[in-house]
């Protein structure tokens, strides 16, 4: 039975967002990505004479987001500024200096690019001191954008997976039932397999097999490829996970786990299981449960 409408937003930790003001006095662009991580990493470029602001910037990050790794770049340039950046030109005397003086590195050519990329080389020019409480009032709104485009995108993927998720637990429990079927005929087809095997050994002794000895074998058979209790719990466990998806919210962990403890009991039945078409049914089992880890993998 396929799941109802998820209630609650699951999200995938892969997105991306962005947002632009342009305004008479000041240009804001506000670029956000995410991937995957264990836990919430962010990382956000700011111009320097932004710097301050860094503190808001991830606050207000983390209330939209608890887990992947953010990247953030923020650029802001006043209009009108005949040039945004210039070349810090002592800088660029001292490394020559230092270069000259040492035996190793001298005569050394150092690449333009490598050159530009030097601590305090280029430099960002200011047409006068920013008010940041005015670069704030208007920074905020273009990075909330940004943001929830991004969020967006990532509840939009994270639907995705839950659909294809919930198709795998679908095909879980009909390869559950499945199975269950299958068990009575694995212990007749045993049974017949075992007595055809007896009556061939037998065959002109003149000795009858004895039925208590037969029972006892079959008992045993039974026994040691009961998979019972690795089946209620895997039904146990897609209903768990069911739930899960149901309640949405930062679920990845939680269905990492599930889905390691379905992998299993899922190896635990091939491992006990006779007959061909209960070791296939539980193969296509595992192959499902991994198709649902490798989704939880990327769910925030």
Not at 55 to 68: A, S, T
Not at 145 to 174: F, S
Not at 244 to 267: C, D, H, W
Not at 277 to 299: D, F, G, H, W, Y
């Amino acid at each position: 039975m396929t799941q109802d409408p998820i209630s609650s937003a699951v999200y995938s930790m892969t997105g991306f967002g962005r947002a632009v003001l342009r305004g008479d006095e000041e240009t804001i662009e506000v670029d956000a990505r995410s991937v995957n991580h264990k836990s919430l990493k962010i990382s956000a470029r700011v111009p320097d004479s932004l710097l301050s602001l860094l503190p808001k910037l991830e606050q207000e990050l983390k209330e939209r987001v608890q887990r992947g790794s953010v990247s953030v770049h923020t650029r802001y340039q006043r209009v009108g500024a005949s040039s945004t950046y210039s070349l810090n030109l002592d800088q660029i005397a001292a490394y020559k200096d230092s270069l000259t003086q040492s035996d190793v590195l001298a005569g050394a050519t150092i690449p333009l690019g490598d050159l530009l990329s030097l601590p305090g080389v280029v430099q960002e020019k200011q047409s006068g001191p920013l008010d940041l409480d005015a670069s704030w009032a208007l920074l905020k709104p273009v990075f909330t954008k940004a943001i929830e485009q991004l969020v967006a995108m990532r509840a939009e993927e994270g639907q995705g997976i839950v659909t294809d998720a919930c198709e795998a637990l679908d095909g879980i429990e009909d390869h559950c039932k499945t199975v269950e079927d299958l068990i009575p005929q694995t212990l007749e087809s045993y049974q017949d397999k075992l007595k055809s095997r007896i009556a061939k050994l037998l065959k002109g002794s003149g000795i009858e097999p004895d039925p208590k000895d037969l029972a006892q074998q079959l008992a045993f058979f039974a026994d040691r490829s009961d998979i019972s209790e690795e089946l209620q719990r895997m039904k146990a466990h897609v209903i768990s996970m069911r739930s899960t998806l149901s309640g949405g919210g930062v679920i990845g962990r939680k269905l990492e786990f599930l889905s390691q403890e379905m992998q299993r009991e899922a190896n635990t039945m091939v491992s006990k299981s006779h007959g061909l078409e209960i070791v296939n049914s539980i193969l296509a089992m595992k192959l499902l449960v991994e198709r649902i880890r490798e989704q939880a993998a990327n769910i925030e």
